[in-house]
């Protein structure tokens, strides 16, 4: 009943006294909102109310359904900054509210506002006040629009929001997409909880290429001041955030981690970032970004951001990474001014690393507006190597790299000169290369090119490539193909030298095979001595730790005589490789016209330090063996055996033809040492680095004689003495003496004491007659009871220090000098005396392997005393009566001859009838005052019965 009556009171208050009630209600409410308010209208029936806020079209009505209790409708259209008293936001909405209030106020409505729609919730509450709002489709964008700001986000949200004024307070924000500043996100689920002082932040969202992730916030609200300490995870990493704290006056955000390993600091304010990070674990940050940790290493990073302006500088550093087994060092990038101006970021930069001991260094810029511009220049390997990317598209260009560079940073010993250029482009979908080289390796120069393409997405590689080595007269070449998809594949092919040369190769296996390949084609090209003439065919396969392979050749000779062949040699070598163990077995033929001898050949070497090895080259009971061999730390150790029946068996095998058994002992540790007995007395051999050493103890000339199958020739005699030669100064010298020899087939001293043989001697038809008049029948010998062999070789040049022989009666001496390759500058063949004057000389030219004798006078006589006028009218040729020689090359004296007033000269032209002029049973003497040419250890036989004349005249 009490409140029907109050029901009355009011109304009849309300429309006694209309006018003061409106003015009441536009006073309240324009000082309340801060804004003018006009009431339009006042009903009593029903109970009405209608004002605008501000401006017209911002209307509001409100319908009062009961006093008690106090009920009412309420409606509003318009801006919503006409409640900017309470928010700053501005835009049109629309609400209706239902308002109810008994002891209690509670507000219901629902709104439209920025393409949402809202209901909400204001309820009093004993000692506080509770409001909920639950929104859906509210477009973040035209929020920003409607209010005037730059659209950094684009979102249409849902959101709850339940808060206490003096209790707890949640948000819950929800979207399926939202993009802030060109960044896509999506699923994002926010929920904020609130109690006093204390929050509770949790959230997930899904950024762009990557994986959902969830951010675990707890903190504290305290004097306008943020403190909290955050969890993030995605996919299965976490991240810890230890401190995190916020300025809500100034909004200087700073955070502070040490879960990636070192510590990273970062400070937010005024739309400046400051970051600092000092010894990261790479493997930490890797599995944070979601990444395989394939590296491991510490980074430290140091820079600044404007986030209104985008300018940045930062400087990024670590002391070493480490990927796939490779170790970088002294890693350095410096960014300096990256700057973001007409929506386009530009920067430059300098990134240096260490790699393999060595300083690589990059400089180059880099600008993205739409697309990702990106250059890079160095210098390293002394060439020059530019980068130019523009979004996925890419040019790279290595010119002039020097190839010995490369080789010292490979770490290998440079055995090559010259350089290599790469040229490639593409996209990170195929990359399309070309690469070509000049190079010079020891005294080859090689010419290579190749050509091919990279797919990413299927990881295949293709490649073209061809290659030439000129050789001295020749060149070889070859070309192929290859692929690698996770293995290898290769095709290789060439034709040089008269072969067809097929190399195939998948993955670790591989096939190898010539057939016919020209030994003489091949010596050609390298400019080498032709050895060995005929066809080789070489196969092997396998892998690089177990290799089958075959070498074969039907007949190899020492000559090109194809028509007739005589003597040659087969092959069919086959061997077997592994890491441990090299084995080769083979069988060579040797033919000789219709005799074959098949010699097997055995040898096992352990193909790591100290390489052990043995083997063994048999043929019945002829054989070679090495017993031992080794090496290690440059040291060699062998010992072996040469052991044969006939050398004459294995003459297809040698460039001269020998004979006769022969055994030769080995050994090497320091030197070679090589002894032999089978030359009768003892043969040593001593090679080291740098010299060869000869010794000769009664070595038997007949033994020496017979390896070439002529020791009916030369009978008895011995050999002693030495010999050395320097291998890097080329130097040699000997001294050799042969004793008590017998020269079958002439006699020597029986041709001298003949004065027509004498005047008319041909040294080189003297030596040649020894072996052309030799026969069982022929009886004639020639005792030689010393020949002594000194020479030296030094620059080139072969000087006869002491080379001269002496027979029974007479000595003959060489004396000269040649060149090595047997040339001769000077060399002269004298019969000299016993006191060492010349008494013949025959001079030679040409090579010592087939000399000539010269075209000059050789031979004079020297006539003292009187010579019968009847000589003088004979109409022979005489000259010069009163010259004592004509070319100083020999002279004969006599001691009793025909008398004359005036000496005279006789020429070689009428030597031949000369005989009659001195008797062959008188002495021949020289004259006193004779030039000595010769003083060396042979010594004439008359001065061994007595006394040498003591004045000699140089």
């Known amino acids: 009943m009490i409140k029907y009556i109050s029901a009355t009171i009011f109304i009849i208050i309300v429309f006694l006294f209309k006018p003061v009630t409106t003015h009441f209600i536009q006073d309240y409410a324009s000082r309340l909102l801060e804004q003018k308010v006009k009431v339009t209208s006042i009903s009593i029936i029903p109970l009405r109310v209608d004002a605008y806020i ?8 409100a319908n009062i359904i009961s006093i008690t209790p106090l009920k009412i409708r309420a409606y509003y259209s318009g801006a919503i900054d006409a409640f900017k008293t309470y928010h700053p936001l501005k835009g049109q909405g629309e609400a209706t509210a239902n308002i109810t209030y008994t002891n209690k106020l509670l507000v219901e409505g629902e709104a439209s506002l920025y393409g949402g ?7 009093e509450l004993k000692d506080n006040w509770y409001v909920r709002v639950d929104a859906t489709s509210l477009n973040l964008k035209t929020l920003q629009e409607r209010n005037d700001k730059e659209v950094k986000i684009d979102a249409v949200v849902d959101f709850d929001l339940n808060l206490y004024t003096d209790a707890n307070t949640s948000i819950d924000l929800r979207t399926k997409a939202i993009n802030i500043s060109g960044t896509h996100i999506k699923d994002v689920d926010i929920k904020l909880l609130q109690e006093k002082e204390n929050f509770k932040l949790i959230t997930s969202f899904i950024p762009p290429n990557f994986y959902k992730t969830s951010v675990d916030a707890n903190g504290i609200f305290k004097d306008g001041n943020i403190s909290a300490s955050t969890k993030i995870a995605f996919q299965n990493v976490k991240l810890d955030i230890d401190s995190l704290k916020i300025d809500t006056k100034t909004m200087q955000t700073s955070l502070h981690t040490s879960s990636l390993g070192g510590n990273l600091d970062a400070t937010y304010k005024k739309d400046k970032l400051d970051y600092n990070a000092k010894a990261l674990h790479l493997s930490k940050v890797l599995k944070a970004a979601g990444q395989k940790p394939l590296a491991r290493g510490y980074l430290n990073l140091e820079g600044k951001l404007d986030t209104k302006s985008l300018d940045t500088n930062f400087l990024f550093s670590s002391p070493w990474i480490v990927a796939d087994k490779q170790r970088i060092e002294k890693v350095k990038l410096t960014v300096p001014d990256l700057k973001y101006i ?47 990317l523009e979004d996925k598209k890419f040019n790279v260009s290595m010119k002039k790299m020097d190839i010995v560079e490369l080789m010292k940073f490979a770490s290998l010993k440079p055995q090559a000169i010259g350089f290599i250029n790469l040229d490639a482009s593409g996209d990170f979908e195929k990359i399309n290369f070309k690469l070509s080289t000049d190079a010079k390796i020891k005294e080859h120069n090689i010419s290579a090119k190749a050509d091919g393409s990279y797919t990413v997405k299927s990881k295949l590689l293709k490649s073209n490539f061809k290659a030439s080595v000129p050789l001295e007269k020749d060149s070889f070449e070859f070309s192929a193909k290859a692929r690698y998809k996770k293995l290898l594949k290769l095709h290789a092919k060439s034709s040089s030298f008269g072969s067809q040369t097929l190399l195939t190769l998948e993955g670790e296996h591989f096939k190898f095979q010539t057939h016919d390949i020209n030994l003489h084609k091949l010596s ?13 065919n070489v196969e092997a396969q396998g892998n690089i730790e177990d290799i089958n392979f075959k070498i074969s050749s039907d007949k190899l ?23 441990n163990l090299l084995s080769i077995k083979d069988i060579f033929v040797m033919h000789y016209q219709k005799e074959h001898v098949a010699l097997k050949l055995d040898i096992k070497i352990e193909p790591k330090p100290p390489y052990k090895a043995k083997g063994s080259l048999t043929y019945m009971q002829d054989k070679l063996v090495v017993d031992s061999f080794s090496y290690e730390n440059e040291q060699v150790k062998t010992d072996f055996l040469f052991d044969v029946q006939d050398l004459y068996k294995y003459r297809a095998m040698m460039k001269n033809t020998f004979h006769g058994p022969f055994r030769i002992n080995g050994k090497y540790t320091d030197a070679l040492n090589i002894t032999t007995n089978s030359l009768g007395g003892e043969l040593d051999v001593e090679l080291n680095k740098s010299d060869i050493f000869v010794k000769v103890t009664e070595v038997e000339a007949q033994k020496v004689a017979s390896l070439i199958a002529k020791d009916a020739i030369l009978e008895s005699g011995h050999l002693n003495g030495d010999a050395t030669y320097n291998i890097k100064e080329k130097t040699a010298k000997s001294n050799l003496a042969l004793t008590s020899a017998i020269l079958n087939g002439i006699n020597i001293d029986k041709k001298i004491s003949n004065f027509n043989d004498a005047l008319g001697l041909n040294i080189v038809n003297l030596s040649q007659s020894v072996f052309s008049n030799f026969s069982d029948a022929n009886k004639s010998h020639t005792n030689i009871e010393l020949l002594q062999f000194n020479i030296s070789l030094k620059d080139k040049n072969i000087n006869l220090d002491d080379v001269a022989l002496r027979t029974n009666k007479s000595r003959i001496a060489a004396i000269g000098n040649l060149k090595q390759d047997g040339d001769i500058n000077s060399l002269d063949v004298s019969i000299v005396d016993k006191q060492g004057c010349a008494i013949i000389t025959q ?15 050789s031979t004079i006589v020297n006539i003292v005393g009187k010579v019968p006028g009847s000589i003088l009218g004979t109409g022979r040729k005489i000259i010069n009566l009163t010259t004592e020689t004509i070319d100083n090359v020999a002279s004969f004296g006599v001691n009793q001859v025909l008398r004359t007033d ?15 002029l001195i008797d062959s049973t008188y002495n021949i003497i020289m004259p006193n005052g004779c030039k000595v040419i010769y003083d060396g250890e042979v010594k004439h036989p ?3 019965k007595s006394p040498p004349i003591k004045n000699k005249l140089k």
């Open 54 to 61: 501000a401006e017209s079209n911002n209307t509001i009505s």
């Open 342 to 388: 007409n929506e386009k970021l530009t920067t430059s930069y300098k990134l240096s690393a260490s790699f393999m001991k060595k300083l690589f260094t990059f400089n180059g810029d880099a600008q993205f507006k739409d697309v990702l511009k990106l250059n890079a220049k160095s210098n390293d390997f002394n060439g020059k190597t530019t980068l130019h």
């Open 524 to 536: 050609s090209a390298l400019n080498k001595p032709k050895i060995l003439f005929g066809l080789v």
């Open 117 to 123: 729609d809202a209901k909400v919730t204001v309820k």
């Open 902 to 916: 005036a000496n005279i000269s006789i020429t070689s032209d009428i030597v031949s009838g000369s005989s009659y």
């Open 557 to 579: 000779r020492r000559n090109m005589n194809l028509g007739k062949i005589g003597n040659s040699i087969s092959l069919d070598l086959s061997g077997h490789y592994t890491p």
């Open 843 to 857: 001079a030679l030219s040409g090579n010592i392997k087939n000399p000539n004798t010269k075209k000059t006078i």
């Open 942 to 944: 008359n001065n061994l």
